[in-house]
C-alpha cells in the first residue's frame, strides 16, 4: 500500500511565499517521478511541476521563475517553493507520485490535496 500526504497549503498575501510538501510512504521500493498539479476554482486539474528523481524538472509556464520543486529520494519527499505568488496560484493543489513497490507491481497515486488562497 502507498500513501501520498501533502501539507503546507495556507493563505498567503499576493507576492508572498509558500512551501508545500509532499511525502511517499508505504512499501515503496522506487520512486519515478513526483510532480505538483492543481486545480482551481471551476477548472481543470493541470499540472504544475514535476521532477524525476534524477532531478529533472518540468514547469507550466506561467510558473516558471516563481517555483522551484525539488526531490529528497532517501526520504520520497517532493517539496514546491512558491514564490511571489499571485492571486490566480489560487487552487487546491495535489501531489502525483508514481513509482514501483516491493512486490515489484507499480503504483500511480495522488494525494487528498491541499487548498493554497492567494489573497490580500
Known amino acids: 500500500q502507498v500513501q501520498v500526504r501533502e501539507s503546507g497549503g495556507a493563505l498567503v498575501q499576493p507576492g508572498g511565499s509558500l512551501n508545500l510538501s509532499c511525502t511517499v510512504s508505504?512499501?515503496?521500493?522506487?520512486?519515478?517521478?513526483m510532480g505538483w498539479y492543481r486545480q482551481p476554482p471551476g477548472k481543470q486539474r493541470v499540472l504544475a511541476a514535476s521532477?524525476?528523481?534524477?532531478?529533472?524538472?518540468v514547469y507550466e509556464e506561467s510558473v516558471k521563475g516563481r517555483f522551484t520543486i525539488s526531490i529528497d529520494n532517501v526520504k520520497n519527499t517532493v517539496s514546491l517553493q512558491m514564490n511571489n505568488v499571485k492571486p490566480e496560484d489560487t487552487a487546491v493543489y495535489y501531489c502525483?507520485?508514481?513509482?514501483?513497490?516491493?512486490?515489484?507491481?507499480?503504483?500511480?497515486?495522488w494525494g487528498q490535496g491541499t487548498q493554497v488562497t492567494v489573497s490580500s
Open positions: 502525483h507520485a508514481t513509482g514501483s513497490l516491493i512486490d515489484n507491481s507499480h503504483f500511480n497515486n
Open positions: 508505504g512499501t515503496v521500493f522506487r520512486v519515478y517521478v
Open positions: 521532477i524525476t528523481t534524477h532531478g529533472e524538472a
